[in-house]
């Protein structure tokens, strides 16, 4: 299974695609599509509608693991997200890529074990998830691996229930 893994924001989005196969993880590729400040919003809003739609042409994931957003404590910040969210859903929803959402906190939870886990430790679990020593630069973009990984979790906990 292909699972898409995303981190939406307006100035950077993370995204990751992961296979998923015999309850081994693969990094196929990550990296973040990146609009500019001076931009005006209708415009970074449609640039990440196109590097959207370009990775889901390219790499037709089997599903998508998206950030879902619940609190922010930066009200000038959430509007313009929650916008870049909606878009990314809508590119999703056209190509018919099943949805799954998750908060931080879940996504924390299944990695660690603990909800407020800090950084650190998720991008610990997800070297581990990968057997890999290094990870992408981007906090954004491990977001995206740590959200997709996340789904992988859900999937064998779902699998174990059957």
Do not use: W
């Not at 992408?136 to 996340?150: F, G, H, Y």
Request: charge should be negative; aromatic fraction near 6%; hydrophobic fraction near 45%.
């Amino acid at each position: 299974m292909k699972i898409l893994g995303i981190d939406p924001g307006m100035a950077i989005v993370g995204y990751s695609l992961i296979d998923f196969e015999d309850e081994k993880i693969r990094l196929v590729t990550s990296g973040s599509i990146q609009t500019a400040k001076g931009e005006r919003e209708s415009a970074r809003l449609l640039e990440i509608f196109n590097d959207i739609t370009t990775i889901l042409d390219r790499y037709r994931p089997d599903v998508c693991a998206i950030e879902k957003l619940f609190f922010f404590r930066n009200r000038t910040t959430v509007m313009p997200v929650a916008h870049a969210r909606g878009v990314i859903l809508t590119v999703l929803e056209q190509f018919g890529v099943p949805i799954f959402e998750y908060t931080p906190m879940e996504v924390k939870q299944v990695l660690t074990g603990y909800g407020r886990a800090d950084k650190k430790e998720v991008e610990h679990m997800v070297k581990l998830a990968l057997d890999c020593e290094t990870l992408p630069k981007l906090d954004d973009t491990v977001d995206s691996i740590a959200i997709a990984i996340c789904h992988t979790r859900s999937c064998l906990k779902e699998a174990v229930m059957v």
